[in-house]
């Protein structure tokens, strides 16, 4: 199992990086491909979950739209016409509904495809977003995505390894929070993420006194962010979101904690005004 992970995570982390060094259209191009592609298998996971427990989607037709609005911010075709793809959906599927005969399952198809794009695509849109601020001239729009990753995933490293560092130092006597929904997190993993956040925000943003703030708000928010998930999968009765990752499970067990941190730090950026 380690050496999947491990290279799932070089091979993530490589591709990730040169989307960011390469401050011309290759850059774009590959950043644009990585996360098109990821909204496609984000929202086709989640239509796959709802699938479990009997709930029908348009589960193509919306995880190729999800791309769609990706690729049109990537390539700035603007609001108005990135706006244009779900609504086109909406429209189709809305025709659909017309067949008095498959009425209900038409309308099921239409709700469940519809959550999947609020769920995973509206949050997931703000990672391209925030990466576009700049593009051509400055790039800082980059420098702040990678402020983002790094303070969300540094939150999730050190809870993790505080976690599991307590469990055994106590041996077993943790404090668990939510058992019901994600067994693994324990109080004390969650006060060293939290520090670990902070101390990475303070960091890359040169110890001003907002750092402390935005770093405990995207800790948070990827803890909040992977509970939801975690409650999803139970719900669904599924242990991974997907297989598509050797080693790390799906795409929305990547993107989980940084589906509420990505419209939360671009809020954040406004209030900087950086936009």
């Not at 139970?234 to 940084?258: E, F, Q, T």
Request: with cysteine.
């Amino acid at each position: 199992m380690f050496l999947p992970r491990f290279f799932s995570f070089i091979l993530l982390v490589s591709l990730f990086v040169t989307s960011i060094l390469l401050k011309n259209n290759y850059g774009r191009i590959i950043f644009g491909t990585i996360f098109s592609i990821a909204a496609f298998g984000l929202v086709y996971e989640i239509l796959s979950m709802f699938e479990n427990i009997g709930r029908k989607s348009y589960k193509l037709a919306t995880s190729m739209t999800a791309s769609l609005i990706i690729l049109s911010i990537i390539c700035e075709l603007g609001f108005k016409f990135t706006l244009t793809i779900p609504a086109f959906l909406v429209v189709i599927m809305l025709f659909l509904m017309l067949n008095y005969k498959k009425y209900l399952d038409s309308l099921d198809r239409l709700i469940n495809s519809s959550a999947a794009i609020m769920i995973g695509v509206l949050p997931l849109a703000f990672l391209p977003i925030i990466y576009m601020v700049g593009e051509g001239t400055s790039y800082q729009g980059r420098k702040w995505l990678i402020a983002l990753i790094l303070i969300t995933k540094a939150g999730d490293t050190g809870a993790y390894c505080v976690g599991v560092l307590y469990n055994k130092i106590s041996k077993g006597k943790n404090h668990k929070i939510v058992p019901n929904i994600s067994p693994k997190k324990t109080w004390e993993g969650t006060i060293g993420g939290c520090l670990v956040s902070i101390l990475v925000s303070t960091l890359f943003f040169n110890f001003e006194f907002g750092a402390i703030i935005i770093g405990i708000l995207l800790f948070f928010g990827g803890f909040y962010g992977d509970l939801v998930e975690s409650a999803l999968k139970r719900v669904c009765g599924v242990k991974d979101s997907g297989k598509i990752i050797p080693g790390m499970g799906g795409i929305y067990d990547v993107l989980d904690s940084l589906l509420l941190n990505a419209p939360t730090f671009y809020f954040f950026m406004m209030l900087k005004n950086v936009l």
